[in-house]
């Protein structure tokens, strides 16, 4: 195993450590060039995964534009399983595979098509702004999706004075403070970042004194009005590469700063952070089956795959 693999997990993974992780490692390789396969890895997958046999890392809305980029037959989603099911939206003749159907969202679970039926009865006319983080039956029934990285300009782009943006009450909220155009929001939540406190921030700081804080938009809206900058898993990481800040918190996933640490030696990252459930079902055993047994495929109603595509399609037309 050359050892420019083991190189950016060195500091994550013990020496003792690497041969249990060694042989999947080659066999997902392998597996990779025989079926033409890509993976695409979301920046809160393990560190071994995402840099030992990732092709492609990113935010969701990196995930969702270079899906549309790779020539491969086989793209295996290291994520959770809304990733997978934009990955196929957007690639309806090649293979997609999840290698844990359980790898949700509790932000996706928050809501289901007949609720957002409900919304548009409430608010006639006004448009849908659907997270990303949602199932293929809610995106047909938006007129736009969104990530985390780009609701603000998707949310501007329409030239209205009030969207509905669902499902993520957060989100909303911390756009909500960024514009002028009214937001109605729906009550779903991150099981993750939900749990962060402006009080956590205040005691990060007083232990931690010059420490720079980040946050997920996902934050209630008091952590993110407490951090220092607030952007999706991309942006953040950006921020880091670009300011090198000495000390920095990443109140978001836990690999996420495992995954940057590599690449920022220079800065100390301070946890806490915390873990998505979900995210962690996703594992080197089961990435090596996917590719071995051709599992899970995605596959999606062909009577919603057509509004939920231009829904993904609009939002990525947005600049
Ligand atoms: P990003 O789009 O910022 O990567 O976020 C996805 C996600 O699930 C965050 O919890
Ligand atoms: Fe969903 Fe939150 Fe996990 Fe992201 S971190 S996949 S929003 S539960």
Not at 78 to 103: C, R, S, W, Y
Not at 152 to 164: A, D, Q
Not at 204 to 213: E, K
Not at 263 to 273: G, I, K, L, S, W
Request: with cysteine; proline share 7%.
């Amino acid at each position: 195993m050359s050892a420019s693999l083991y190189e950016p997990v060195r500091h994550l993974i013990p020496p003792i450590e690497w041969p249990a992780f060694a042989p999947d490692i080659e066999a997902i390789l392998r597996l990779k060039r025989e079926r033409n396969a890509v993976i695409l890895a979301h920046n809160y997958q393990t560190p071994e995964i995402y840099h030992c046999v990732a092709d492609i890392t990113g935010d969701s809305l990196a995930l969702a534009r270079e899906a549309m980029t790779t020539d491969a037959d086989i793209i295996v989603m290291a994520g959770v399983h809304f990733m997978a099911e934009t990955a196929k939206l957007m690639n309806p003749d090649k293979t997609v595979l999840i290698p844990d159907l359980e790898a949700g969202c509790s932000l996706a679970e928050s809501i289901t098509p007949a609720d957002v039926r409900l919304m548009r009865a409430k608010y006639p006319g006004v448009p849908v702004v659907a997270y990303v983080n949602t199932s293929v039956a809610v995106k047909a029934e938006a007129d736009i999706c969104c990530t985390s990285g780009n609701a603000l300009k998707v949310v501007e782009s329409l030239g209205v004075p009030r969207v509905i943006m669902l499902p993520d009450e957060y989100l909303a909220q911390n756009i909500a403070r960024q514009t002028k155009v009214e937001i109605i929001a729906w009550a779903g939540h991150c099981e993750v970042h939900q749990r962060f406190t402006a009080a956590e921030v205040a005691g990060l700081r007083a232990d931690h004194p010059g420490i720079i804080v980040l946050a997920h938009p996902e934050c209630p809206p008091e952590v993110v009005a407490a951090a220092d900058y607030a952007g999706s898993t991309a942006e953040m990481a950006g921020f880091v590469a670009r300011e090198r800040p000495a000390r920095v918190v990443l109140l978001t996933e836990c690999s996420m700063a495992d995954n940057i640490t590599a690449a920022n030696p220079a800065t100390d990252f301070v946890r806490p952070c915390n873990l998505c459930p979900h995210m962690k079902r996703i594992t080197l055993a089961n990435i090596r089956t996917a590719l071995e047994q051709n599992r899970h495929e995605v596959r999606i109603d062909p009577a919603l795959a057509v509004r939920a595509r231009d829904a993904v399609a609009r939002m990525l037309a947005v600049r």
